[in-house]
C-alpha cells in the first residue's frame, strides 16, 4: 500500500453532470498528480498541485480543474460531464516539485457516464 | 507528440522462468524513467526507476536496463511467479514537465503455471 488514498471507489453520472474527486497524498508528500486511465491504456496526465496551486497541465479542457488544500490533499472537479470522460481517475503524490521522486499512485476512483 | 511506446502488448512465461518487458521512447529530454506494474482494479505500483545518467539498475528480482543510445528500456523479473501476473507500463518524465509521466499502453503479462 502505497497510503495515497482516493474516494469514492466507483461512481456512476449521466452526461451533464458534474463529478468532485478526492485525494489524499501519503505523508510527507507535498505534490499531487491527476491522471486519467481509459479502458485499455496507459494513465494520460492531467494537472499537477504543489502548494495549493497548479503547477503544469496536460491536454484536458479547463472543465477539469483541481484544487489543493493545506494539508495537501487535492480534488478533481469535472463539469460537464461527457461519455467519454468514463474512466478511472488516478491522483499521484510525490514528495518534491520538479525533483525526481517517484509518484506514488492511489488505487483510483471508477467513473462511468451515462 | 513525444510519446511512450510498448514493442508487445502481451506477454505469456512459464513459472520460474525470467521474463523481459520492452519499451521504447521518443524524448530524448527525458531523464528519469519508471515501470509501474497494474494488476486488475488497482492503481498502479512503483517497480523500480533509473535516470538517465544510469544504464542498468537491480532491484528485487527486478532488472531495469536503459540504452539511451536507441531510446529503449526493458524490465527483466527474474524467477517469475504467478504473483507478477499484472499490465507493465514504462513510464518517462523530464525537468520541467512538472515531471508529469507519459505513459505507454502496457503489456500484459501472464504467468502460466
Known amino acids: 500500500e502505497t497510503g495515497v488514498t482516493q474516494s469514492p471507489t466507483h461512481l456512476i453520472k449521466t452526461r451533464g453532470q458534474q ?21 485499455g491504456q496507459g494513465p494520460q496526465f492531467i494537472f499537477q498541485y504543489y502548494r495549493e496551486e497548479e503547477n503544469g497541465r496536460g491536454n484536458f479542457p479547463p472543465r477539469f480543474s483541481g484544487l489543493q488544500f493545506p494539508n495537501y490533499s487535492s480534488e478533481l472537479n469535472v ?17 518534491e516539485l520538479g525533483g525526481t521522486d517517484t509518484q506514488y499512485f492511489g488505487p483510483g476512483t471508477r467513473l462511468t457516464v451515462l | ?59 528485487q528480482r527486478v532488472t531495469v536496463l536503459l540504452n539511451k543510445t536507441v531510446k ?14 499484472a499490465v507493465y507500463f514504462c513510464a518517462e518524465t523530464f ?16 504467468v502460466l503455471p
Open chain 2, 95 to 110: 525537468s520541467g514537465s512538472a515531471r508529469q509521466l507519459t505513459f505507454g499502453s502496457g503489456t500484459q503479462l501472464t
Open chain 1, 19 to 39: 463529478v468532485t474527486l478526492r485525494c489524499s497524498s501519503q505523508s510527507g508528500h507535498n505534490t499531487v498528480s491527476w491522471y486519467q486511465q481509459a479502458l
Open chain 2, 1 to 59: 507528440g513525444e510519446s511512450v511506446g510498448l514493442h508487445l502488448p502481451t506477454l505469456s512465461v512459464q513459472e520460474g522462468d525470467n521474463s523481459i518487458i520492452n519499451c521504447a521512447y521518443s524524448n530524448s529530454a527525458s531523464d528519469y524513467f519508471i515501470w509501474y506494474k497494474q494488476e486488475s482494479g488497482k492503481g498502479p505500483q512503483f517497480i523500480i526507476d533509473i535516470r538517465s545518467n544510469m544504464d542498468k539498475r537491480q532491484g
Open chain 1, 79 to 95: 463539469n460537464a460531464l461527457e461519455l467519454d470522460d468514463s474512466a478511472l481517475y488516478l491522483c499521484a503524490s510525490s514528495r
Open chain 2, 72 to 85: 529503449h528500456l526493458s524490465l527483466q523479473i527474474a524467477a517469475t511467479q504467478p504473483g507478477d501476473s
